[in-house]
């Protein structure tokens, strides 16, 4: 039975059971004396009264426990996070305490993570606030301009396609909070099938070829053309294409960015390369934090989150990613996939 898995009930019980042996005993032995009910009698209640001082010193001692117990939670309650109920003992009273005790544990685990996403949400908001204060005085400052040039249509034009800008910049912004969001919080469904990872990248250097030509600047992609992976295919690109628009934006007219992807047994790699300004050592630790900019960088129209979005989603397809620069040569991004199902 469990409840003899008490070292202290089954020593109670042990006691019991030898009173009532020696009772037996010693009221076999009064039969063939005279006034033998008398001395049952007296073995009866000295018997009675043992079992009883037992028994009342028994639950006496566990009223204790349970009573520096609910000191305890007292205690806890009133904001010792610190406080435990002792447990030490064997049986199911110290197997409450102890899972009493993993709760107050948890509780505290969660409790710090609430302070730690208020203080990372009191950032955000102020990153946030500080990323649209700047479009949105550019955009003031436009409109007021174009209010005074209302007749003079290559003025007004000109700050049209400023305000544009900016409100693609702030729009930017929002999209990718909304995405990040998502993925923080697990609210996307992340549809994975597979996927031809150069078929993808041919895809990207497809949305970005205008704008390369246009900067005149190169995007060639390379690499194993039999490339799987298991995917989903637009959380996918997004992340990719925010590296190479990062790519694009921290290189010169002239300049090349790569895509490259290759397979082996256990792993899917692609590397993004590009012989631009390259990244600051300084900044190598912090590129991929939200809303990070770096103090070297020329970038003013950048926000930030790019990079961030692009680990997330990396991760979330169980992925790692690194980078590796050098200032005025270039910087290589390398991501992996492990193929599990070769491992």
Same mark, same amino acid.
């Given at each position: *039975?469990?409840?003899?898995v008490?070292?202290?009930?089954? *020593?109670?019980?042990?006691?019991i ?13 009064c ?68 899972? *009493? ?5 948890? *509780? ?60 693609d910049?702030?729009? &930017? ?12 919080? !697990? ?21 970005f070829? +205008? ?8 995007i060639?992609? &390379? ?9 989903d ?17 921290? &290189?010169?007219?002239g %300049? ?26 300084? %900044? ?11 103090? +070297? ?15 997330s ?16 040569? !270039? &910087? ?12």
């Open positions: *039975m469990k409840i003899f008490n070292k202290k009930i089954k *020593m109670l019980f042990c006691k059971l030898l009173c009532i042996t020696i009772f037996i005993i010693f009221a076999v032995l039969v063939r004396l005279e006034n033998t009910a008398i001395y049952i009698f007296i073995a009866a209640v000295c018997m009675s009264a043992i079992i009883l001082i037992l028994c009342y010193k028994y639950f006496y001692k566990q009223n204790k426990i349970i009573e520096d117990a609910a000191a305890k939670i007292r205690e806890y309650s009133l904001g010792n996070t610190k406080a435990r109920i002792e447990c030490n003992d064997e049986g199911e009273l110290n197997k409450l305490f102890h899972e *009493m005790n993993s709760l107050a544990a948890i *509780m505290n685990t969660h409790a710090e993570k609430e302070i730690c996403l208020k203080k990372f949400l009191k950032k955000t908001i102020s990153d946030i606030s500080h990323q649209l204060k700047t479009p949105l005085a550019a955009l003031n400052i436009y409109n007021g301009i174009m209010q005074d040039n209302i007749t003079d249509s290559d003025t007004v034009k000109e700050f049209t396609d400023l305000s544009e800008k900016e409100l910049r702030i729009e &930017t912004l929002v999209q990718n909070i909304l995405k990040l969001t998502k993925l923080d919080s !697990g609210t996307i469904a992340i549809n994975k099938e597979n996927e031809n990872v150069y078929e993808i990248l041919e895809d990207i250097k497809n949305r070829v +205008f704008r390369a030509n246009q900067e005149e600047k190169q060639i992609v &390379t690499g194993d053309t039999d490339a799987e992976i298991i995917c295919r637009v959380w996918f690109i997004e992340a990719i294409e925010n590296i190479v628009k990062n790519a694009l934006d921290h &290189t010169s007219s %300049d090349k960015i790569l895509l490259s992807c290759k397979s082996s047994a256990s792993i899917i790699q692609i590397t993004i390369t590009d012989n631009g300004s390259g990244i600051h050592q300084e %900044d190598l630790y912090h590129i991929f934090k939200r809303f990070y900019r770096s103090r +070297f960088s020329k970038d003013t129209q950048g926000t930030g989150l790019g990079l961030s979005l692009a680990k989603i990396i991760e979330e397809h169980n992925g790692t990613i690194e980078v590796d620069s050098e200032l005025e040569k !270039g &910087t290589i991004v390398i991501i992996n996939f492990f193929i599990t199902t070769k491992l």
